[in-house]
């Protein structure tokens, strides 16, 4: 099993940035994407970031604004937001796969870890 464990998350300003954190726990050696999803109040979670086990391939909804990054001697993960709108109002989650691939990373089904999410609210 893994554990993943999100922190960052605040209430910033317009255009203020944020760091997210998602350190994982466990199995951590059977962890091969990692990936951020983002679900506001009323809506479907979604797709915002993601990252292969080593690096190689990131993606993102707005790679102007939102950069991923991991750091496998740390098991950890982290989200880089800039710029922030209220729009990104949201509550962010973490998750994990436990194998790499060659596909598409942006598809829920893909992630079989998650964590707990942390807040993100942006004030206009």
């Known amino acids: 099993q893994v554990q993943l464990v999100e922190s960052g998350g605040g209430l910033v300003q317009a255009g203020d940035s944020l760091r997210l954190s998602c350190v994982a726990y466990?199995?951590?050696?059977?962890?091969?994407?990692m990936g951020w999803f983002r679900q506001a109040p009323g809506s479907e979670r979604i797709h915002v970031a993601a990252i292969t086990r080593n690096g190689d391939r990131t993606i993102s909804v707005d790679s102007t604004r939102f950069s991923v990054s991991r750091d496998n001697t740390k098991n950890m993960l982290y989200l880089d937001l800039n710029n922030l709108r209220p729009e990104d109002t949201a509550l962010y989650f973490c998750?994990?796969?436990?194998?790499?691939?060659?596909?598409?990373?942006?598809?829920?089904?893909?992630?079989?870890?998650w964590g707990q999410g942390t807040q993100v609210t942006v004030s206009s």
């Open positions: 466990g199995r951590t050696f059977s962890i091969g994407v």
């Open positions: 998750a994990a796969a436990d194998k790499d691939t060659y596909g598409p990373l942006d598809s829920r089904d893909l992630y079989y870890y």
